[in-house]
Nanobody, 124 residues
Framework: DVQLQASGGGSVQAGGSLRLSCVGYGLTLDDFGIGWFRQAPGKEREWVSYIESRVISTSYADSAKGRFTISSDIDKNTVYLQMNSLKVEDTAVYYC?????????????????WGQGTQVTVSS
């Protein structure tokens, strides 16, 4: 079975950092684009970032630019989301998912095999 497993969430104070991990099982992440999304309480899920490791292509939502960095470790079959200068408004459940097509997109329907999510809580 193809699965993505997200982890690394936690509780931090504003200004702190966290690194999220997305490990792939049953697939080679390097063959696909991988996206990170988040869903805050009472809000719709929103796209955060995207990576195509093979061509070293990355994209970010405006809310993530300059603070978040997406990267990958091919040997570990893992995509990371390094989050710095965290804000209270970054509080959400973060999900990783596999892109169906090889293109950066913020549309949820262009992703599959969603991971289970990892909670990030930022306090003031």
């Amino acid at each position: 079975d193809v699965q993505l497993q997200a982890s690394g969430g936690g509780s931090v104070q504003a200004g702190g950092s966290l690194r999220l991990s997305c490990v792939g099982y049953g697939l080679t992440l390097d063959d696909f684009g991988i996206g990170w999304f988040r869903q805050a309480p009472g809000k719709e899920r929103e796209w955060v970032s995207y990576i195509e490791s093979r061509v070293i292509s990355t994209s970010y939502a405006d809310s993530a630019k300059g603070r978040f960095t997406i990267s990958s470790d091919i040997d570990k079959n893992t995509v990371y989301l390094q989050m710095n200068s965290l804000k209270v408004e970054d509080t959400a459940v973060y999900y990783c998912a596999k892109g169906i097509f090889l293109r950066a997109t913020m549309e949820e329907y262009e992703y599959s095999h969603w991971g289970q999510g990892t909670q990030v809580t930022v306090s003031s």
